[in-house]
């Protein structure tokens, strides 16, 4: 669908509702698509470094890497609740790398799926925020 394909299908939507009717209860409901469209945008999610710089600057600063895909909504939950936290990782989108891709499918039987979490020798494909969270704290403990 591309980067841009759900938040485009929701923004759109939004504004059809809009259009079609205009009452109170389509002003939220086209406010809380427009939301949505947000946070399943590439918008929230800094630039991807890319596989192999993404994998230098995880190991320089001891922190995990997590690989994600725009639309993703088990990505942009793990996105949310690290940003609750403050919590630092780096985020490599397997869309624009094929590399990165290509390392996803690797320890994933040949699926992308992700969020693919890459962190101190150790991998997991949609951890839980506690087990990324961990990683962190004994990163930091080093």
């Known amino acids: 669908m591309g980067r ?12 059809v509702m809009l259009g079609s009717d205009p009452g109170p209860g389509s002003v939220v409901l086209a406010a809380l698509m427009v939301l949505l469209a947000y946070l399943l945008s590439p918008l929230l999610f800094p630039s991807s470094p890319g596989d192999a710089a993404g994998r ?9 890497v997590v690989y994600w895909r725009p639309g993703c909504h088990h990505c942009l939950k793990l996105r949310l609740g690290l940003l609750v936290t403050g919590a630092r990782v780096v985020w490599v989108d397997i869309s624009r790398d ?23 020798g150790s991998v997991r494909t949609a951890p839980s925020l506690r ?8 990163a930091r403990g080093r």
């Open 56 to 64: 230098k600057r995880g190991r320089e600063q001891g922190v995990p």
């Open 4 to 15: 841009w394909g759900g938040s485009a299908a929701l923004l759109v939507a939004a504004g």
């Open 98 to 120: 094929p590399d990165a891709l290509a390392r996803v499918r690797s320890v994933n039987g040949g699926d992308a799926t992700v969020p693919t979490v890459f962190s101190r």
């Open 131 to 138: 087990w990324v969270r961990e990683q962190l704290a004994g």
